[in-house]
Structures are given as C-alpha cells and as structure tokens.
C-alpha cells in the first residue's frame, strides 16, 4: 500500500486519559487482534504478522468495510504508526502516543491524517467537498473520539466493549444488532 501523491490530508484526533499505568496501556494496544475486545465497530480484526514494524492486520467493520493496516513505526510503551486502506492507495496515516500522566495514569492520543480525496475518489469533485464537510470530516471525528472511550473502558474494566457502545457511526457501523 502506498501513500497519495498530491493529496491534502485532513488530520482529527482523539484523545483520553486512562487510569491505569503506561505498561498496561502498553501491552493492551500492541496486543494482537486487539480491536475485537476494544472497538466499538470492528467485528473482526485478523492478523496477518505481527511483528512490530511489520505487523499487518485487517479490521473488517460492522457495515461490511475492510480495511488492511500496515505498521510504519514502533517504539516500545511510546506507539505507533501505520497505514491504512482497502487498496493500493492509503486512505489514512493514524498515529498511537502514549505520554504517562502519573503513575497510575497514561494519556493516549489518536491522530488519523485522513485523505478525504481517497477516500471519497468515487464521488465526483463538488459532491466529494459536500460530503467532506458535512458528513465524512464530522463521523470521522465521532469516531476517533468513541476509539478512544473503547480502549479506556476496555482497559479500565477489563469488560469488551459492545458494538456501537458510545454511539452509532454510519461510515463504519449498522444499527442492527448483528
């Protein structure tokens, strides 16, 4: 998967403060297949390699989306960085930090340098703005935010997170139960 030439990208980010220590936070997002357990719209995150740096995976969505990620960076309790798409052009760059507040405590954030353009390809050039500002950047940021209160619910009580449990998102999810 390669990153767009020429593309602006648009970056949204989520952030949120975990009670727990920073190796917890740690071991818990570099685990494998991980979304399963903290995602409120993955159904399914295979793994292809795990690696670190050349760990690649897979999150097929609730709505029936696939998207392949691909692990760019990886420094050990900091985070990480990867691409993701569903073809041969990226559709994002998405950044994991992990900063320690106290000790009992991790700050994460979440960037998503989205390209709208990429994303939005099968759109023409007016309907693409349209759908860029009025629908697509506003989901994008509801969910990075509901990514966020995944992993802190998950990892504070050690309980799954439920499909759709801080909101619906139709770019990513069905209202249906299933």
């Given amino acids: 998967m390669e990153l767009p030439n ?3 990208s648009n970056k949204i ?5 975990i009670n727990s220590d920073i190796d917890c936070v740690w071991k818990v997002i570099s685990t494998p297949s991980i979304l399963e357990k903290t995602h409120p719209y993955c159904k399914i995150n295979s793994v ?11 999150i097929l969505y609730y709505n029936g989306m696939r998207l392949n990620r691909i692990f760019t960076e990886w420094t050990e309790k900091k985070g990480y960085s990867l691409i993701i798409g ?13 900063e320690p507040i106290h000790s009992t405590k991790t700050k994460l954030t979440i960037d998503i340098n989205v390209f709208p353009e990429i994303a939005l390809q ?7 703005t349209i759908i860029k500002h009025i629908y ?8 990075i935010r509901t990514v966020c209160k995944g992993f802190k619910y998950h990892i504070e009580t050690g309980n799954l997170v439920k499909k759709n449990q801080f909101g619906f998102n139709p770019l990513f999810s069905t209202k249906a139960n299933k």
């Fill in 86 to 98: 569903n073809n041969k052009i990226a559709t994002a760059i998405v950044e994991w930090n992990l």
């Fill in 48 to 58: 292809h390699t795990w690696d670190k740096i050349n760990s690649k995976d897979t």
């Fill in 136 to 143: 697509f950047l506003p989901y994008m940021r509801q969910y």
């Fill in 13 to 17: 980010s989520g952030v949120t403060i």
């Fill in 6 to 8: 020429n593309t602006v």
């Fill in 122 to 128: 099968k759109y023409s050039l007016l309907l693409r």
